[in-house]
């Protein structure tokens, strides 16, 4: 993609209210985040041409999200008072808190996107009263993109509608500061974040994306790691000393093993730029797996300043050629999966899919 990481959508927003949780002083947001909550999301693509994205979903409070399904001309009520219709159907990771609300997704055309915490996130005040404009939840976006935007394409001609409010999510009882990584069946992949100076919809080049800060900030702190490499460094004169590597695995020396958001964005960046692309789809969907692997919190390693404990609560992937969900629970490691079939398409009712609470496994004898 020309220009990297290029603002596609500008949007000038007035009135606005910040997410930084250092401007939030309740006692919900202390009780349920404790900090900053991280998530890490990533595309791959097959030699033949499929396109995945997948995410963890990392968080302090448990959220109970399942594979969820919502119909096509499905009317969701607003916390903003008012409806929302999505054209088309979709399938994702969600909860009914009320309404439905989804946080990953992939939709019947195969676009597909996550909502990631992001606390530098600026939303609106009020509702925006011009005729044509499409006033939000932040929690609600992403089911209005999937509901309404075919591609990427799509997604640009409709964005300048969209105007986000800092209305409360009704599970949380906080305006989630969020942004989101979306991408259709071309591989094209963008970043959408709320700002001080508007709405951003950045071209996303290494189809990786985190937490806080910017993201922007992310692709130029890759600078910092320009030295990685997947094979051993080049022998060094130091005065009369010659030095070389111990062994294989060397050139990544410096690669950032800890669960901060810039830290996992490297991580992430690094593994993926370097994987193996694979044949087909089952392949990809394995390397998608081993790739996360690196960025899963368990329990115990990440604990917030309140005490709270973060992990992985699930991992999930989606195959945008063929509008198929996978999740791997952290309770079961096994892969569940969902597809977007036209018979499930034809039901006019949102349906969840239940999971199991223990580990499952395979007996062979």
């Not at 309404?148 to 394409?153: A, D, E, T, V, Y």
């Not at 009882?173 to 709405?199: F, S």
């Not at 290494?206 to 992310?218: C, L």
Request: aromatic share 10%; glycine share 8%; proline share 4%.
């Amino acid at each position: 993609m020309a220009d990297g990481h290029k603002n596609i959508v500008s949007k000038a927003k007035q009135n606005q209210i910040s997410t930084d949780s250092s401007h939030l002083n309740t006692p919900l947001l202390l009780q349920f985040l404790g900090g900053k909550s991280m998530c890490t999301s990533l595309t791959l693509a097959s030699s033949q041409g499929h396109y995945f994205l997948a995410r963890t979903m990392d968080f302090d409070f448990e959220l109970q999200g399942k594979p969820t399904y919502i119909p096509r001309h499905y009317q969701f009520n607003s916390d903003l008072g008012h409806t929302y219709t999505a054209q088309y159907g979709f399938l994702g990771t969600g909860r009914n808190i009320g309404e439905y609300i989804l946080v990953d997704g992939v939709n019947e055309h195969g676009l597909s996107g996550a909502a990631l915490y992001f606390n530098e996130s600026v939303y609106q005040t009020s509702k925006n009263t011009a005729p044509d404009q499409v006033n939000l939840a932040s929690h609600e976006v992403l089911n209005w993109i999937l509901g309404n935007c075919r591609n990427i394409n799509d997604l640009v001609e409709q964005l300048p509608r969209l105007n986000i409010v800092g209305a409360k999510n009704q599970l949380l009882q906080i305006v989630v500061p969020l942004h989101w990584i979306i991408t259709d069946q071309t591989g094209h992949c963008v970043v959408l974040e709320a700002c001080a100076d508007g709405l951003k919809l950045l071209e996303n080049p290494v189809g990786v994306m985190t937490n806080s800060p910017e993201f922007e900030w992310h692709l130029k702190n890759l600078s910092n790691y320009n030295h990685l490499q997947p094979e051993p460094h080049q022998q060094r004169q130091y005065g009369a000393l010659k030095v070389k590597d111990f062994g294989p695995g060397a050139g990544a020396l410096g690669l950032p093993g800890d669960y901060s958001s810039p830290s996992r964005f490297v991580r992430a960046s690094f593994l993926r730029n370097y994987t193996v692309q694979q044949e087909n789809d089952q392949a990809t969907l394995n390397a998608m797996i081993h790739l996360l692997n690196n960025v899963d919190i368990v329990k115990g390693v990440k604990v917030m300043a309140n005490g709270v404990v973060e992990y992985t609560q699930y991992r999930a992937y989606y195959n945008l050629s063929t509008h198929t969900y996978y999740i791997q629970p952290y309770q079961d490691q096994n892969l569940y999966e969902v597809k977007l079939t036209e018979a499930l398409l034809q039901e006019t009712q949102p349906q969840s899919f239940e999971l199991p609470q223990t580990q499952t496994s395979v007996v062979l004898n």
